[in-house]
């Protein structure tokens, strides 16, 4: 059962593995098609029902992809080449469904993009308080995700979204907050946007001087950075044209007219933004108008006109036919003046810009007297639509406003709530784990006190063990002078007399002589069992005398067998080792050093064999201690208070500690420990 059971893990783990390694092979194959039909729809010279077909295939296989970042980032792609075809709708759908996704999906720097696509399109149509709303929700996802430029950015939408339906508070109020988040960050493309939306704004409200300032600000930046890095491209034309434009409200026409000159000026900007070169052209045609200068009008007006119609932009041709009527009444040619003029308050109406209807009004109010009257009750009706208009504009804005102040606020509340239901859960948590610590220290701190009073004691008796092997050392030294004195005054005595009789008797043959030589030797017998006796005598007390420490050592190899019957203990000790002559505190350090590491072994070990070995050479003392049981990582696991206490005795004894271990081969201790400190 067990190996099946391991063959079946096995084999879901194989095919686990084979099913990642297919997906990510398919999402590569369908992401290769898709970048294909993106690609093939970017083709500007395919027809438009083949880019549309394009982009529907690349959705179609979009949507079998993974919501991820590559998902959301083809998805977006797929809505602009809708936006750049004319295909508005399809563009505010994909934008739809991007929403929902992200939403899904949790994704925040997509949801953002996606809110401020939203309000761009409704921007572009004009459709202002849900162009700022979503602007708005985009703000609010990026002042979450501490979004400095995607805050300011989107501050910069809302205050032109503002503008263009005349809540010149509200726009000022949004684009001096997205100053604020801009400097943080030193973006000076968002940086010069902002002060030109600031220029115009005070523009609008008459507030020329500050107008001017703000204008200057943003010139200075066009001048200074190379925004074309940013993807901005003319800043130094838009610039120019502002500060002409200021000029040119101010009265100022011969600064306007040099400041035009120089814009129209700048390099490749028909062809890069023919829009602008309309606009600053018809400005530099006015700025003459108004100095009187008529060379090469109205062809200036003419030329802005016919790029303005090419373009279709229908707020800008209203402009340029009340400017060619105006031109047309200061030259006196009247009809031409009526036509144009009557022209522009028709394609005004059109429009629903009622600032564009006024102007158009004006002109043809001024060229047109007899029908003053009739013009008069149009521009009040215009007039009080127009401050109708503004005011439910700034109310809904401000409510607007209001909300979002609100949700943020109450989001502010949740958190700070949230806040401190963490705080306490973690004051909580950290009291508890207080309390454990402290429990655990004092236990800890009185099981090392009782450890190091046994210790103590164990020393106490070593030391008194010490002290008798000293006393006994001083009754072994009094019988060995006992010894030698009879040796020399018994055992020597008796030889010399032997000897001297055996030599008179070596002169003589006879029988008495030969029975007294006999005598002698009888007593050369007795004389040298004393002297076997004695020696016997002296080997074992000099063996009891160097083998005292060995007999401690090896009573504590006896009971470590005792301790344990499945343990076989083996020790070898060098008899070379004279003991005697082994400073004290080497020995008893190298007592609690073996005792501790045999200890380790009864405890953790679960060892069946161990073998201590005792060798010299000729300035150390080695010692290896080796057990079969079950081994440990000695990178991973942290030493004890056992493997500290070995450590420490044997830096006291100016020695060297290897501990060799491995899971399940055992362990290996080798200790090197000099004679002489």
């Given amino acids: 059962m067990k190996r099946f059971f391991v063959f079946t893990i096995i084999l879901i783990s194989v095919f686990a593995c084979n099913n990642i390694s297919s997906t990510k092979e398919n999402n590569s194959a369908i992401q290769d098609s898709i970048q294909y039909y993106i690609q093939n729809a970017h083709n500007f010279e395919l027809p438009e029902n083949e880019v549309v077909q394009s982009l529907n295939k690349a959705q179609d296989l979009i949507k079998t992809l993974p919501r991820d970042s590559v998902y959301f980032k083809n998805k977006i792609y797929v809505a602009f ?8 709708q399809e563009f505010k759908n994909t934008v739809l469904e991007l929403i929902d996704e992200a939403i899904q999906a949790k994704d925040s720097f997509y949801l953002a993009r996606a809110y401020t696509y939203l309000g761009e ?7 202002m308080d849900s162009a700022v709303i979503n ?9 979450g995700i501490k979004d400095n430029i995607g805050i300011g950015r989107m501050h910069v939408k809302m205050a032109t979204a503002k503008h263009k339906v005349r809540d010149y508070l509200g726009s000022e109020k949004s684009a001096v907050l997205a100053l604020t988040y801009i400097r943080l960050e030193n973006n000076k493309l968002l940086e010069y946007e902002a002060y030109n939306i600031l220029g115009i704004t005070c ?5 020329y001087e500050k107008a001017k300032e703000y204008f200057q600000k943003a010139f200075k930046i066009a001048s200074e950075e190379q925004l074309i890095n940013f993807g901005s491209y003319q800043t130094m034309a838009v610039s120019l044209n502002n500060l002409g434009w200021i000029n040119l409200k101010t009265s100022n026409y011969r600064e306007a007219l040099s400041y035009f000159n120089q814009a129209i000026q700048e390099p490749d900007l028909l062809q890069e933004y023919p829009a602008l070169y309309a606009t600053i052209l018809d400005n530099k045609a006015k700025a003459k108008l108004r100095l009187g200068d008529f060379s090469n009008l109205p062809n200036d007006f003419y030329e802005s006109l016919k790029i303005r119609e090419e373009l279709q932009l229908v707020p800008e041709i209203v402009n340029s036919r009340i400017n060619l009527s105006e031109y047309y009444e200061k030259k006196g040619v009247l009809d031409s003046a ?6 522009a308050y028709k394609l005004a109406k059109q429009t629903n810009i009622i600032n564009l209807q006024l102007s158009a009004i004006d002109q043809l109010n001024t060229v047109e007297p007899e029908n003053q009257s009739i013009f008069a009750k149009e521009y009040v009706k215009l007039t009080d639509s127009l401050f109708q208009g503004e005011r439910q504009v700034s109310e809904k804005f401000a409510r607007i406003e209001y909300e979002t102040d609100e949700i943020k606020r109450q989001k502010e509340q949740l958190a700070a709530q949230n806040r401190n239901i963490i705080l306490f859960a973690l004051l909580a948590v950290f009291i508890v784990v207080l309390l454990y610590i402290i429990r655990d220290q004092r236990s800890r701190n009185k099981y090392f006190r009782l450890r190091e009073e046994q210790q103590k004691a164990n020393e106490e008796i070593y030391s008194m063990m010490l002290s008798q092997q000293k006393k006994m050392d001083e009754v072994v030294l009094k019988e060995k002078q006992r010894i030698g004195q009879e040796l020399h005054d018994g055992v020597l005595g008796r030889l010399f007399g032997a000897r001297l009789n055996l030599d008179s008797l070596n002169k003589k043959n006879d029988e008495l002589a030969i029975a007294g030589r006999n005598h002698y030797i009888s007593e050369l017998k007795f004389i040298e069992q004393d002297i076997r006796e004695i020696s016997h005598e002296l080997s074992r007390e000099k063996f009891a005398l160097i083998n005292n420490f060995v007999a401690i050592l090896t009573n504590l190899f006896e009971e ?12 070898s000790i060098d008899q070379a080792i004279k003991w005697d002559k082994v400073d004290n505190d080497l020995k008893i350090n190298l007592y609690r050093i073996i005792q501790e590491s045999l200890q380790n072994i009864n405890k953790y070990a679960k060892a069946k064999n161990v073998s201590v070995n005792l060798l010299k050479d000729a300035e150390h003392l080695h010692v290896t201690i080796i057990d079969d049981g079950i081994g440990f ?9 056992g493997l500290q206490n070995i450590t420490s005795r044997v830096q006291t004894c100016k020695g060297t500690f290897e501990l060799k271990s491995n899971p399940g081969k055992g362990t290996r201790i080798t200790i090197d420990l000099p004679f002489k400190k």
Avoid at 338 to 343: G, I, L
Avoid at 633 to 641: A, F, T
């Fill in 560 to 571: 470590q067998k005792n301790l344990s019957e499945a343990t076989d203990l083996k020790y």
């Fill in 203 to 207: 523009l609008d409200i008459k507030d």
């Fill in 81 to 88: 080449i809708y936006d750049n075809i004319g295909k508005k």
């Fill in 121 to 127: 399109y409704y921007a572009d149509n004009v459709v």
């Fill in 135 to 143: 602007f708005q929700n985009a703000e609010k996802i990026y002042f």
């Fill in 633 to 641: 990582d000695v990178s991973k696991k942290s030493k004890g208070i």
């Fill in 338 to 343: 009526k036509q144009y003029a009557e022209e």
